[in-house]
């Protein structure tokens, strides 16, 4: 069985910075595209970054200067830098991937909390 495991959530003030990681097991993800979603209380699961085999990445607006993900494919692992954070920030954050020629990811963490208090 394929599994990607969340690790980095915590609590912390605005302004400061945390590092998210997710790492794959059963396969291989060096061909896939990897990317983190978050979801806040009572709100939908928004995408918050991805990137490419060959490491193209793409950011929602709101994340822009602030994130930065990054993965290391020998480790099979991806990354989540987050500074300047919000308190808007505050969601439960998933790993996902998704083959490059499918259009859903389909294999998904357990999440893991982030908590930016003002």
């Known amino acids: 069985q394929v599994q990607l495991v969340e690790s980095g959530g915590g609590l912390v003030q605005a302004g400061e910075s945390l590092r998210l990681s997710c790492t794959a097991s059963g396969r291989t993800f060096a061909y896939d595209f990897m990317a983190w979603f978050r979801q806040a209380p009572g709100k939908g699961r928004e995408f918050v970054a991805s990137?490419?085999?060959?490491?193209?990445?793409n950011y929602a607006d709101f994340v822009k200067g602030r994130f930065t993900i990054s993965r290391d494919s020998a480790k099979n692992t991806q990354y989540l830098q987050m500074n300047s954070l919000k308190p808007e920030d505050t969601a439960v954050y998933y790993c996902?991937?998704?083959?490059?020629?499918?259009?859903?990811?389909?294999?998904w963490g357990q999440g893991t909390q982030v908590t930016v208090s003002s």
């Open positions: 996902a991937a998704r083959m490059t020629r499918q259009k859903d990811y389909l294999y």
């Open positions: 990137i490419s085999p060959v490491l193209d990445t």
